[in-house]
T-cell receptor, first 116, second 113 residues
Framework: EAGVVQSPRYKIIEKKQPVAFWCNPISGHNTLYWYLQNLGQGPELLIRYENEEAVDDSQLPKDRFSAERLKGVDSTLKIQPAELGDSAVYLC??????????????FGPGTRLTVL | GNSVTQMEGPVTLSEEAFLTINCTYT??????LFWYVQYPGEGLQLLLK?????DKGSNKGFEATYRKETTSFHLEKGSVQVSDSAVYFCALSENQAGTALIFGKGTTLSVSS
């Protein structure tokens, strides 16, 4: 079974430029998460989707960040415009309801963003 | 609010040494507890989990026991290997489907031969 796929793995941009990250969750997983991981820190939730609905976006900085999950499968996270402080690793994770493993989240490899 | 506190690293050990990484938590209700591992250049991988008090999670020689009385979930391994060098994260989630994980800051383990 394929794991969570993210692309790109690395991205370097100049400040004020836009950037987008893509995530494809594990097949059949209806819950999708985007986390932000700063250097030397644990991941922190940005947004959580149940199918195509964003059910928790309270930590998403909505002035510059946006996300979508059309059709309840793939998801895209966008930053516009990027700031120096956005340099971090952006992690995508997914989990499945209706199984005995509903609280286990499976993570992708992440996208490492560097803003110059 | 809910939180996780891990011992600060780095932890440096020789091969075959005993490992303990301390983790304590603050939570309302009865959370599920997790240890994730992040190898260099890779994403987070679930190492083990426990969903209720006194449960012991185990995997690849690692163990952790859910201690409600001390609100702890310490990670242990009897004999570490060089290949165990990684960053280890303790995490909790409210015990219901689809809630976000709350992570500790991570502990870097370096094992030398």
């Amino acid at each position: 079974e394929a794991g969570v796929v993210q692309s790109p793995r690395y991205k370097i941009i100049e400040k004020k430029q836009p950037v987008a990250f893509w995530c494809n969750p594990i097949s059949g997983h209806n819950t999708l998460y985007w986390y932000l991981q700063n250097l030397g820190q644990g991941p922190e939730l940005l947004i959580r989707y149940e199918n195509e609905e964003a059910v928790d976006d309270s930590q998403l900085p909505k002035d510059r960040f946006s996300a979508e999950r059309l059709k309840g499968v793939d998801s895209t996270l966008k930053i516009q415009p990027a700031e120096l402080g956005d340099s971090a690793v952006y992690l995508c994770a997914s989990s499945a309801e209706g199984t005995g493993d509903t609280d286990t989240q499976y993570f992708g490899p992440g996208t490492r963003l560097t803003v110059l | 609010g809910n939180s996780v506190t891990q011992m600060e690293g780095p932890v440096t050990l020789s091969e075959e040494a005993f490992l303990t990484i301390n983790c304590t938590y603050t939570a309302t209700g009865y959370p599920s507890l997790f240890w994730y591992v992040q190898y260099p250049g890779e994403g987070l991988q679930l190492l083990l989990k426990a969903t209720k008090a006194d449960d012991k999670g185990s995997n690849k020689g690692f163990e952790a026991t859910y201690r409600k009385e001390t609100t702890s979930f310490h990670l242990e391994k009897g004999s570490v290997q060089v290949s165990d060098s990684a960053v280890y994260f303790c995490a909790l989630s409210e015990n219901q489907a689809g809630t976000a994980l709350i992570f500790g800051k991570g502990t870097t383990l370096s094992v030398s031969s």
